[in-house]
C-alpha cells in the first residue's frame, strides 16, 4: 500500500521511537523511507532600540544546523540500514519545521508522512499548537500520527 515513507526527526526521543518504529513498519511493507530534518531559520532577535544581540552569525548558525541534521539524519539512516530498509535523508531550512515537512514530502514524493506526536494538550496546545497539527490539517498526503 504505502512505498515511499517520509519520517521527521529532530533528535527527541519521541521522534527517535517514531523512526524506529518506522523503519519496522517500512519493512513490513516493503517500503522505502527518507529521514527528515527540518533546520530552523537565524532567529532575528532585536532589542532596545534595534539592536541585534546575538554573538552568533548567521554563517555559522547554519553551519551549526547542518551539522546538527546530519547526526540526527545519520542515526537514523543507520538504523534502517540495519534493518534492510532503503533510506534516505533530507534537511530543508524553514522558519516552521511543520512547513518543511509538507514541502519535503513533496519534494521526496512520499505516500506516508510517519511522524510522532509531542502531545501537547490543553492551553498550550490550544495556543502554541503542535506541528503534528498542523501537518495533519495542511497535508494533502496522508499523516500517520505514532505516539
Given amino acids: 500500500m ?4 517520509l519520517v521527521p526527526v529532530d ?8 523512526a524506529d518504529r518506522a523503519i519496522v513498519f517500512a519493512k ?6 527518507t529521514f ?16 541585534l544581540i546575538d554573538p552568533t552569525t548567521p554563517e555559522r548558525f547554519a553551519e551549526m544546523a547542518e551539522e546538527q541534521a546530519r547526526e540526527i539524519l545519520s542515526e537514523a539512516q ?6 534492510g530498509v532503503g533510506c534516505a535523508s533530507l534537511s530543508l531550512t524553514y522558519s516552521a519545521p511543520w512547513e518543511g ?4 514530502a513533496q519534494q521526496a514524493g512520499v505516500d506516508l508522512i510517519f511522524m510522532a506526536s509531542h502531545g501537547r494538550r490543553g492551553i498550550s496546545g490550544l495556543l502554541l499548537g503542535s506541528e503534528t497539527q498542523k501537518v495533519l490539517t495542511h ?8 505516539r
Fill in 2 to 5: 504505502f512505498q515511499h515513507l
Fill in 11 to 18: 533528535g527527541s526521543q519521541l521522534s527517535v521511537n517514531a
Fill in 28 to 33: 513490513e511493507a516493503g517500503a522505502k523511507v
Fill in 36 to 51: 527528515f530534518f527540518a533546520k530552523p531559520e537565524y532567529p532575528m532577535a532585536f532589542y532596545g532600540e534595534g539592536a
Fill in 78 to 83: 543507520a538504523k534502517a540500514v540495519a534493518q
Fill in 101 to 104: 515537512i509538507i514541502a519535503a
Fill in 139 to 146: 497535508s494533502k498526503i496522508p499523516v500517520l500520527v505514532y
